[in-house]
């Protein structure tokens, strides 16, 4: 089956700059997408690469590496409010369904 | 606001009982997801409908069972329910189904089994 490694937990303080990094399975991969969910809320979607290279959004990056099997996610100018847990589930088969969230990152940002 | 809505927020129940837990997807979205997330497995993937036809399958234990409805709402069917079965459990619905459409969750129903 699909399987995805992140570090469990990162720690940064408030204004740096944090990249969350995960690596995939390549079989059947079709992309990899980033959620974050803040403690005791739903996830919610941030960003969904398919081909190689850096999508940006606002303060948060997302940058993929089919060589590579690995992307991250880049946090910028941390604000508190950024503490969450982090997702990067891969697509496989084609289906959302086969979305494999695993147990994500959980970002704590310090003061 | 994801429009997604799920009923009830919260849910206590006992040992070797039956609970039904619904989801509402948002407005267009065809596909509808469930998933279950406890501290030690993390957002584990349960099931997919789309368009009322069950479409993948991951971790659902057998006496969990699942249905999409015409209307596209979708219920979630726990029975002899057992303490391990305690979780918050999220319905997420798509636009397609696809790999590259955003899934949107709810804000989950919070289970608790005594």
């Known amino acids: 089956g699909q399987s995805l490694e992140q570090p469990s937990e990162v720690t940064a303080v408030e204004g740096a700059i944090v990249q969350i990094n995960c690596t995939y399975q390549?079989?059947?991969?079709?992309?990899l997408s980033w959620y974050q969910q803040h403690d005791g809320g739903a996830p919610t979607f941030l960003s969904y690469n398919a081909l190689d290279g850096l999508e940006e959004t606002g303060r948060f990056s997302s940058f993929l590496s089919r060589s590579d099997s690995y992307g991250y996610l880049l946090l910028q100018e941390l604000q508190m409010k950024d503490s969450a847990s982090y997702f990067c589930p891969g697509s496989y088969g084609g289906s959302q369904g086969n979305l494999i969230f695993g147990k994500g990152t959980k970002l704590s940002v310090k003061p | 606001d994801s429009g997604v809505t799920q009923t009830p927020k919260h849910l206590i129940t006992a040992t070797g009982q039956r609970v039904t837990l619904r989801c509402s997807p948002r407005?267009?979205?065809?596909?509808v997801y469930w998933y279950q997330q406890s501290l030690d497995q993390g957002l584990q993937f349960l099931i997919q409908y789309y368009n009322g036809e069950e479409r993948a399958k991951g971790n659902i234990l057998e006496r969990f069972s699942a249905q999409q409805f015409p209307d596209l709402h979708s219920e979630l069917n726990l029975s002899s329910l057992e303490l391990g079965d305690s979780a918050l459990y999220f319905c997420a619905s798509s636009r397609e189904g696809l790999y590259n459409s955003p899934l949107h969750f709810g804000n989950g129903t919070r289970l608790t089994v005594t």
């Open positions: 407005s267009g979205d065809l596909s």
């Open positions: 390549t079989s059947g991969f079709y992309g």
